[in-house]
C-alpha cells in the first residue's frame, strides 16, 4: 500500500486535475494505494470539491481541520490518517508532479528509507529563491545540520520514518526538518518542478519570515549561544580598553574623561543587553507554548476513513 498526502489549501481549481494525474500514474505502478486529501480549512470550495472526488473514488480519503493551522500541521494530520507501508508526501499546486512519483518509488525500490525529490530547475521567483538560500544558509549554520533548499516535502517515506516523525512532539511543526532529524537512510531524485497551476502561494513575506524565525528558534539554541560569545568578546575589549584609559590617566594622556565616549558605551551595552534579554525571553515563550501541550491540529471530519 502506497499513500500519497496533500495538504489543500486555496486549491479549489486544480484538485480535480491533481488526484487524476495522481490516480493515472499509480495505476502505471500497479500497487495498492490511497490519496488523502487535508483541508486546511481553505476558504474557497475545496471541501466541496474534496467531498465531490471522495464520493467518486473510495481511494480518495479527505480530511478537514477545524481551523487553519498550517501547511506542516497539515501534512501531519495527513501523515496520522496514513495506512500505506510507504508515504508519499506532496504539495497540491502541481509544482510538485505526480508522474515524479514513479521516480521516487523506483529509486526506493533499491533500499532506501527515505527518497527526497530535488528540484534541479525551480519555477519560482527570484526572491522566493534567494530567500529559501538565506533561510537554508542560515538554518544550516545555527543548527550545524545540512540544510538543502532544493528540497521540500515531497518525497516518499516508508511507514518506520514517518512514525518516527509523528513522535516528535514539538510545537513548532517543520516536516522536512523532522526528516532530517530523524536520520535513516536517504537518497535524492531529481525531478522537474512546475510552475503553480493556478493562483499563488498562500505565503507571504510576513508569513516567510514568521515560519523561517519560529523554526530557527524551535531547533537550535545556537543564537544564544553566540550571544554569550558576543558578550565575553565585548567584556574581553571593554577590560582592555579600560586598562588602556587607566594607563593613559596615570600618564597625564587623559585630564578630563570624555562625556561622549562615556554615552556612545553606556548606549551600546544597553542595546546589547537588551537584546540579549529579548532572545532569552523569545526561547522562554517557546518553552511556555511547548508545556501547554495543545495538539498542533484538530480534525473536524473524514471521508472514507474509519476511526
Not at 29 to 45: H, K, M, W
Request: positive net charge.
Amino acid at each position: 500500500m502506497i499513500s500519497i498526502v496533500s495538504p489543500v489549501y486555496r486549491a479549489e481549481q486544480i484538485l480535480d486535475k491533481l488526484v487524476a494525474e495522481i490516480v493515472s500514474v499509480m495505476t502505471a505502478i500497479q500497487e495498492p494505494f490511497e490519496i488523502i486529501l487535508v483541508d486546511d480549512r481553505s476558504p474557497d470550495e475545496s471541501w466541496k470539491k474534496m467531498q465531490l472526488l471522495s464520493s467518486q473514488d473510495h481511494r480518495v480519503k479527505s480530511v478537514r481541520l477545524s481551523r487553519n493551522f498550517g501547511q506542516h500541521p497539515a501534512i501531519m494530520a495527513g501523515l496520522s490518517e496514513a495506512q500505506g507501508d510507504y508515504i508519499v508526501v506532496m504539495d497540491c499546486d502541481l509544482q510538485d508532479q505526480p508522474k515524479e512519483i514513479k521516480k521516487l518509488w523506483e529509486k526506493m525500490q533499491e533500499g532506501y528509507d527515505i527518497v527526497l525529490a530535488q528540484r534541479f530547475n525551480r519555477q519560482d521567483g527570484m526572491l522566493k529563491k534567494l530567500s529559501s538560500a538565506i533561510f537554508s544558509s542560515v538554518y544550516s549554520y545555527l543548527t550545524d545540520t545540512p540544510f538543502d533548499n532544493s528540497v521540500a516535502n515531497f518525497g516518499i517515506y516508508k511507514k518506520q520514518v514517518i512514525r518516527e516523525v509523528l513522535n516528535m512532539n514539538d510545537y513548532i511543526k517543520s516536516f522536512p526538518l523532522f526528516t532530517q532529524w530523524v536520520g535513516f537512510s536517504k537518497t535524492y531524485v531529481q525531478v522537474e518542478h512546475a510552475e503553480r497551476a493556478s493562483g499563488k502561494s498562500s505565503y507571504t513575506w510576513s508569513k516567510l519570515l514568521s515560519l523561517a524565525f519560529n523554526t530557527i528558534i524551535s531547533f537550535s539554541n545556537k543564537p544564544l549561544k553566540l550571544f554569550v560569545k558576543a558578550g565575553l568578546i565585548i567584556s574581553t575589549f571593554s577590560f582592555l580598553f579600560g586598562l588602556i584609559t587607566i594607563y593613559r590617566y596615570i600618564t597625564g594622556g587623559i585630564t578630563v574623561l570624555g562625556y561622549s565616549s562615556l554615552i556612545v558605551s553606556i548606549w551600546f551595552l544597553s542595546g546589547v543587553l537588551i537584546t540579549i534579554i529579548g532572545v532569552v525571553g523569545i526561547y522562554i515563550g517557546k518553552i511556555f507554548d511547548q508545556s501547554k501541550s495543545r495538539p498542533s491540529f484538530i480534525i473536524d471530519q473524514r471521508i472514507n476513513i474509519h476511526e
